[in-house]
């Protein structure tokens, strides 16, 4: 049912502010944020289980034996399913509703799910691992074919002017859903391995029984997990449904000359040159975080959960913020912040030991409002300066070469694997040289961030004062919070 077709002469027409004065179009806006987020929660709980950077994908390796570079098969297959992205522009260009060619991919890729558990099962490592990867990769590329007819769908029925504030808006409820999933989950694996801990001990004592968690049960354990992801990832499916959708305009031009398009735009190849720029920085040694905290640092899931709680708590706290700024200053502006931030935080784990890692959790802080920021802004950017009647197959191109690019330093860093290094009396493990190098070239990114041309933001004083402003009102806030006389 398409909600906004008898109320605009021009279906196709982006939605924009003067939307929100027509009773209608602004009721079908404020039910596609209340379904997206809705269905967004159903949708990072299953993520948390079984999509790309899941801990409990990598701790299914890590029981299954895998080595370093069949862990940077992992990550890389992730980035290597973004690739693609542009076939959910070709096989939605003949067709006036996305809704059907969302669910049915989505779908197929959430039951695929369950074979991650059932594998371990019926196979043995290596084979159980290739079958692993092989249903993963299956299973991604699905997901990020429905995905990007997905973001098209969204953009085009919330206005730009309050786009990222609604993305930063979701994304702070789909983080808690994701954390509260991921902190009860990871209890119940640790209970197989890990004595210790508050939520791991009461969940010992419903289960009563200790033969429960023998380590021998440990696969069952997986295979009910990756079977309950797929039913909540399908549950969500079918609240997704009900999301009101706009009907798009056929689209005649071959699938081929569609790609090529982009490629067309000036500034969307120096958008697309920032953009592998950063993935090729963030992908060295991005296979590995998990791995290290898990082997090295030997920290259980709960420990994990943890950092992520504590990542998790300050993205929620900067993401409405974040929201605000991208809105008005605009995603290059905001970018600059978040890159200085992106390059600081991977040098914290170079010093990082088994002993002394709770320096881990002040780190947490400055990741989670990093990668806040730099997650909307990836969301959003192409969007701000694709035309309107192209943002999917922007975004699905875009999509494809930076997920491309990502995939080439994580296989090179599962490869490539240094030695371990020894300098100043300490010795320094293979993993903590990668994440030196990413942090150090996460800077230069800085340099073909210049390159893009955004429409509509302030310019460079006007930003710079606005943040002024910005910051000021803020600790006014605060300050008068605490200082304020207690009654």
Known sequence: MHLLKSNSPHPSAPVSRDSLRQPRLASAIRRTMHVSIVEGVYAQVHASIAWPGSVFLSKLLVMLGATPFQFGLLAAIGQFSQVFQPLGAVVTRKVTSRKGIVVTLSGIARVLVVFYGLVPLVLEPPLAIIAVLVVFLLSTTLQSVAGNAWIAWISDMIPREIRARFLARRAQILLAAGLATGVLLGSVIDAFEHGTGAITGVVKKIFASSSTFAPLNLPYCFAALFALSSVVGLIGLRILVTQPERQKPLERIGAAQLVAGPFRDRNFRMLLAYGCWWMLTVGIGSPFWQPFMITTLHMSLVDIQMYGLVSTLASLAV?????????????????????????????????????????????????????????????????????????????????????????????????????????????????????????????????????????????????????????????????????????
Not at 378 to 384: G, K, P, R, T, W
Request: aromatic share 10%; net charge positive; proline share 5%.
């Open 319 to 487: 993401l409405r913020p974040w929201g605000v700024l991208i809105d008005r200053l605009g995603n290059k502006a905001c970018m600059r912040i978040a890159i200085v931030l992106g390059g600081i935080n991977p040098l914290v784990w170079v010093f990082v030991t088994s002993q002394h890692h709770g320096v881990l959790y002040l780190e947490a802080v400055t990741s989670g409002i990093m990668w806040a920021g730099a997650g909307l802004i990836a969301m959003n950017f192409v969007l701000s300066i694709a035309p309107e009647d192209r943002k999917q197959i922007y975004s699905g191109v875009y999509g494809a070469c930076t997920g491309l690019a990502m995939m080439t330093t994580m296989l090179l860093s599962g490869a490539l694997l240094p030695p371990g290094l020894e300098f100043g009396g300490r010795i320094f493990e293979p993993e903590q040289t990668l994440f030196a190098l990413t942090g150090v070239l996460r800077w230069t990114t800085l340099i073909p961030l210049s390159w893009i041309s955004e429409p509509l933001v302030r310019r460079r004083e006007k930003t710079l004062l606005y943040l002024w402003q910005f910051a000021k009102v803020r600790v006014e806030w605060i300050s008068d919070l605490l200082l304020r006389p207690r009654r």
